[in-house]
C-alpha cells in the first residue's frame, strides 16, 4: 500500500469508530420520534400492553415512513 492509501484507509477507520461511539444527529431523531410514536400508541391504547409492543410497531410505522 502507498503512503497516502494508509492514511486514508486509518481516517475511515477512526471516522467509523467515533461513529459508533457518538450517534449522530439523525439517530437521535429517529429514536426520539419512535419513542413519541410508542407513546402516542400507548395512550390511545391505554397503556394495556407490554411497552415493547408499542416500540416494535412504532419502529415499523417510523421506518415505513421514511
Known amino acids: 500500500m502507498k503512503k497516502g492509501q494508509i492514511k486514508s484507509q486509518i481516517a475511515a477507520e477512526e471516522q467509523s469508530n467515533l461513529a459508533n ?8 431523531e429517529l429514536h426520539r420520534l419512535i419513542e413519541f410514536q410508542a407513546y402516542l400508541r400507548a395512550e390511545k391504547d391505554g397503556f394495556r400492553q407490554d411497552p415493547a409492543v408499542y416500540w416494535l410497531a412504532a419502529e415499523r410505522d417510523i421506518h415505513q415512513y421514511f
Open 21 to 28: 461511539r457518538f450517534p449522530t444527529a439523525y439517530s437521535l
